[in-house]
């Protein structure tokens, strides 16, 4: 199965970093993944059910198949920052400005 | 004209001399760029739209007024491009994607009417990768004008998503031209074009009239041979702009101190980079210690800074671009991964893209103690030259993924990550050049409104060098 560069990178581990740029891609990756090993087709579930449902009449069934890779991206870079815990007080920088240092 | 003495190869400084002392003729450049721009520009797939009469119109007026001793500054009959996501009112805006190539703005954006006070000449809208990037491609064809072609080497990309700017400039079609970032995207063109693109800070710089694809990350700002070019041309687009709530009035005391600069290099910078990079990256910190303290291994702050930034992109982007992500008019993009990658965007969780805000607060004061230690952080600008435009992204150069650790964590992605969500300025500076004699480039990260500073030390490590100056061969 063909896979996104969203869903190589994951596999590569080199999101941390890098997710700026390949998921929505100013630029591209400074450093290329490794090929991964292609995995099995798996049955849309979750939010890819939903995106399917919602958007599916626009796309193709191979760009539908790249659209559930990056919905279950979704899901997994939600667990990654879900595993970044914050203080109840920790406000987030809405009103952004930047001050002289 | 021949190629060789092409106006456009020169310092900004010394052409503007020549325009003031009237041994050059505004409308001489003026048809000069017009020219380079449709015989070269169009090959290149850097243009989108030329300014032609509207441009010699603009040039004659140029050259009266100097002529009448009316003389507006250093821009004042100098030809430029814009990145073709600034709103003009005389040519279309198209945004670089095929559902916008007929938009029309009634209206100038702020930079243009700027840049039009300072007397400088727009002579044509740059090509740019569709919607700036914010649908995730993974290829260079991801333009309605095609891929953006390296002038270095055609078959290789110029980069994005400001690729027709990067591609202008190195090709000596305009003296300058207006890119812009929201992460990465003056930086990578500018490193993969060999010239020297400045990040301004967030707010030095209205962004009134430009594509929004991140409120709180996009930032305009100028592409040019050299850093004493982008300083010159900053000072004419920045200031308080009331179009643009988040602009600020420049800061007094963003010069230089004059002390020796403190130069903080990452730790790490160049692993698991092409070996050409590592090396022009090397020789760049010997030509930088000549003139300032150079440190080693400087450590960022440990937080996530590419997952917060490409959970800002999405969640902002996906906003900005709800109606046509749910029109279905993705279908139009040239990206293959365009036409589908803005769905995942709208389904962005709020709570994430807030966890993402808050992570985002976190790294301002470490990052702003880190930058009162160091005038400069550096690495070099991207891991590779610029990518074959045959190849998607995710397969170009694998041989540098060989050994690499899976958690590993690139210093230059995190640079321009953290750089950008901080909005704090960044130079690149053309160092060397690569595999395919394509150019390399070094990044720096300085404080906030500390253009100056970086602007200094990029014209004191440009004494000592002349990559700035180089020329591809044919322009």
Redesign the interface.
């Known amino acids: 199965m063909a896979k996104t560069r969203r869903a190589i990178l994951k596999a590569a581990g080199a999101l941390s970093a890098l997710a700026a740029l390949p998921v929505r891609a100013q630029t591209p990756s400074p450093v290329p993944a490794a090929t991964p090993t292609p995995a099995p087709a798996k049955k849309p579930d979750g939010l890819a059910l939903v995106a399917r449902d919602r958007y599916g009449k626009f796309l193709t069934e191979d760009e539908m198949v790249k659209m559930d890779e990056d919905m279950a991206f979704l899901d997994t870079r939600s667990a990654r920052l879900r595993a970044l815990r914050l203080e109840n007080g920790e406000e987030p920088a809405l009103d952004f400005r930047v001050n002289r240092t | 004209m021949s190629e060789s003495d092409s106006f456009f190869f020169t310092p900004l400084r010394e052409l503007a001399a020549k325009v003031r002392a009237r041994k050059v003729s505004p409308v001489a450049l003026a048809e000069e760029s017009l020219e380079r721009l449709e015989r070269h520009g169009r090959k290149l797939n850097a243009v989108v739209t030329l300014a032609g009469d509207d441009a010699l119109a603009a040039a004659r007026t140029a050259e009266a007024e100097i002529k009448r001793g009316r003389y507006r500054g250093p821009l004042h009959g100098i030809p430029y491009g814009a990145k073709d996501l600034l709103a003009t009112k005389k040519m279309p805006t198209t945004w670089g994607a095929a559902p916008y190539r007929n938009q029309q703005f009634s209206y100038d954006a702020t930079v243009i009417r700027k840049l039009a006070d300072a007397g400088a000449v727009l002579t044509a809208k740059l090509s740019m990768v569709e919607l700036?990037?914010?649908?995730?491609?993974?290829d260079a064809n991801a333009s309605f004008t095609g891929p953006g072609l390296n002038p270095w080497n055609t078959a290789f990309w110029s980069?994005?998503?400001s690729s027709g700017p990067g591609a202008a400039v190195a090709a000596g079609l305009v003296a300058f031209a207006i890119g812009s970032?929201?992460?990465?995207?003056i930086?990578?063109p500018s490193a993969f074009c060999g010239v020297t693109g400045l990040r301004p800070?967030?707010?030095r710089v209205s962004r009134h009239g430009a594509m929004a694809l991140c409120w709180?990350l996009d930032k305009l700002g100028p592409m040019t041979r050299g850093a004493d070019d982008c300083a010159l041309v900053l000072s004419a687009m920045e200031g308080k702009d009331p179009a643009d709530p988040?602009t600020?009035a420049v800061?007094a005391g963003?010069a230089p101190s004059g002390r020796r600069p403190r130069i903080g290099v990452l730790h790490g910078a160049t692993d698991?980079?092409q070996p050409e990079v590592a090396k022009n990256f090397e020789d760049s910190l010997t030509v930088l210690a000549r003139f300032a303290d150079v440190s080693r291994d400087v450590a960022l702050v440990d937080l996530?800074?590419?997952?917060?930034?490409?959970?800002?992109?999405?969640a902002e982007?996906g906003s900005a671009f709800r109606e046509l992500i749910e029109s279905?008019r993705?279908?139009e993009l040239a990206a293959k991964?365009d036409?589908?990658?803005g769905?995942?965007?709208l389904?962005?969780?709020a709570v994430?893209y807030?966890?993402?805000?808050?992570?985002?607060?976190?790294m301002?004061a470490p990052m702003?103690a880190l930058?009162?230690r160091y005038d400069a952080l550096a690495a070099p600008a991207?891991?590779?030259v610029s990518?074959p435009i045959a190849v998607?992204?995710?397969?170009?150069?694998?041989e540098?993924?060989?050994g690499?650790?899976?958690?590993?964590?690139?210093?230059?992605?995190?640079l321009?990550?953290v750089g950008?969500l901080?909005?704090?300025p960044a130079l690149s500076l053309p160092n060397g050049f690569g595999a395919s004699g394509l150019p390399t480039g070094i990044q720096l990260l300085g404080?906030?409104?500390?253009e100056a500073g970086l602007a200094g030390i990029g014209r004191e490590l440009q004494k000592r060098t002349d990559f700035h100056l180089r020329r591809p061969d044919g322009y």
């Open positions: 700036a990037g914010g649908m995730g491609y993974n980069g994005g998503s970032e929201t992460v990465g995207s930086i990578t800070s967030y707010g709180t988040t600020v800061p963003s698991f980079v996530p800074f590419g997952l917060c930034a490409g959970t800002i992109v999405d982007g279905g993705l279908r991964s036409r589908y990658g769905y995942s965007s389904m962005t969780p994430d807030l966890h993402a805000m808050r992570l985002r607060e976190k301002r702003a930058l009162e991207r891991a590779t990518l998607d992204f995710d397969k170009a150069y694998p540098l993924a060989k690499r650790p899976e958690n590993f964590v690139s210093p230059i992605g995190a321009i990550s950008n901080v909005g704090y404080g906030a409104f500390r």
